[in-house]
Nanobody, 124 residues
Framework: QVQLVESGGDSVQVGGSLRLSCAAS??????????MAWFRQAPGKEREGVAS???????TLADSVKGRFTISRDNPKNTLYLQMNSLKPEDTAMYYC????????????????WGQGTQVTVSS
């Protein structure tokens, strides 16, 4: 079981940058054994995957954020990051951190540990 706490959400203008953080606390297995991911949910829309990073540091990003977002993890600090650059209004959403033991997946059901979310609002 993993506890996740996101931070770093804010209101920014188009073209701006933000870095989201997710502090993780694992009970049992070390957090380094987990796949970590970011999802987001805009008002009236389904939650969607943004990026994931496996235990070896291999990252996967959604097409909509490639070239603008970077996911990284600092295992000694038990922290996951999402660097977001060139933000667009369509990036406005609640961003959630998620964790899955050992293996990364692309769907919501692949993750059984979730944070409460941090709000990102991009205005023009």
């Amino acid at each position: 079981q993993v506890q996740l706490v996101e931070s770093g959400g804010d209101s920014v203008q188009v073209g701006g940058s933000l870095r989201l953080s997710c502090a993780a606390s694992a009970f049992g297995n070390p957090i380094s054994w987990y796949c970590m991911a970011w999802f987001r949910q805009a008002p009236g829309k389904e939650r969607e995957g943004v990026a994931s990073i496996d235990r070896y540091g291999s990252a996967t990003l959604a097409d909509s954020v490639k070239g603008r977002f970077t996911i990284s993890r600092d295992n000694p600090k038990n922290t996951l990051y999402l660097q977001m650059n060139s933000l667009k209004p369509e990036d406005t959403a609640m961003y959630y951190c998620a964790a899955a033991f050992a293996r990364c997946g692309s769907g919501l059901d692949d993750y059984n540990n979730w944070g409460q979310g941090t709000q990102v609002t991009v205005s023009s």
